[in-house]
């Protein structure tokens, strides 16, 4: 049973440059949520991707936009990074936009230079 | 709006010592709770999860935590830890309705000693 799955693992960019990340769902879930963990903090919910929607979203800039596929995959883009997009961006997968339970992905350890 | 803190951001044991860790939340509304782990450059595993029944829940590698609602807690603890219990540990909410986040803690850094 394949766990959620995260690409690349490491990222290296420049301030202004944008960056995709992708993420596949744990087999057989359809929801996808996306965090941000800066280095000794806690993950701050982006957003969250079901049939292809996003649904709600964080308390983040435009500058961070999402999508989903048809295979429940979703990509998060970041445009015109700042040094302060620097962290850990963490992929989540459950089933069902109601249910409780979050399952999470290895993650992309992003650094902007 | 939901909150959560982690009273210790940082707890050194011993090996084979009992361990709690501190975790209060705040809603106006009607929660789940989650203490999620973190090992070294990897993502979240999650150890266990209160939904509702029985206050006490018993999750994965010997932990288990008790949910207070009149004191707002959800406390984590193991009677005897092991060197590969190192790693951070984020306490987490979510609302029972609506399309769910999670809100979490800011973590605790469980370190344990030889």
């Known amino acids: 049973d394949a766990g959620v799955t995260q690409s690349p693992t490491h990222l290296i960019k420049t301030r202004g440059q944008q960056v995709t990340l992708r993420c596949s769902p744990k087999s057989g879930h359809d929801t996808v949520s996306w965090y941000q963990q800066a280095l000794g903090q806690g993950p701050q919910f982006i957003f969250q991707?079901?049939?292809?929607?996003?649904?709600q979203r964080g308390n983040f800039p435009d500058r961070f936009s999402g999508h989903q596929f048809p295979n429940y995959s979703s990509e998060l883009n970041v445009n015109a990074l700042l040094l302060g997009d620097s962290a850990l961006y963490l992929c989540a997968s459950s089933l069902g936009i109601q249910q409780e339970t979050q399952y999470f992905g290895p993650g992309t350890r992003l650094l902007v230079l | 709006a939901q909150s959560v803190t982690q009273l210790d951001s940082q707890v050194p044991v011993f090996e084979e010592a009992p361990v709690e860790l501190r975790c209060n939340y705040s809603?106006?509304?009607?929660?789940?709770l989650f203490w999620y782990v973190q090992y070294p450059n990897q993502g979240l595993q999650l150890l266990l999860k209160y939904l509702s029944g029985s206050t006490l829940v018993k999750g994965i590698n010997g932990f288990e935590a008790e949910f207070n609602k009149s004191q707002t807690s959800f406390h984590l603890r193991k009677p005897s830890v092991h060197i590969s219990d190192t790693a951070e540990y984020f306490c987490?909410?979510?609302?029972?309705?609506?399309?769910?986040?999670?809100?979490f803690g800011q973590g605790t850094r469980l370190t344990i000693n030889p």
């Open positions: 991707y079901y049939e292809e929607e996003e649904r």
């Open positions: 809603s106006s509304v009607s929660v789940y």
């Open positions: 987490a909410v979510t609302l029972t309705q609506g399309a769910q986040k999670l809100v």
